[in-house]
């Protein structure tokens, strides 16, 4: 949303950094497994949650 402020923690900032140049969601998921411990579950589901946020406030474009 214009004017809005989006702070990231760490997995945040991490998902954001791969996504300056396309990647794919299991490019994605496969990266923060190895980098921080949680199970590949909870990863798949804290990142699609995460990219729909950032596509619902207008800050990602998925393209397909």
Do not use: R
């Not at 923690?9 to 994605?28: D, H």
């Amino acid at each position: 949303t214009e004017g809005s402020f989006f702070g990231l923690n760490a997995a945040g900032s991490a998902i954001w950094y791969l996504l300056e140049t396309p990647a794919s969601i299991e490019t994605i998921i496969a990266h923060v497994l190895e980098k921080f411990e949680v199970s590949e579950e909870q990863c798949q589901t804290d990142i699609l949650n995460f990219i729909e946020d950032m596509v619902n406030n207008k800050t990602l474009l998925i393209n397909e």
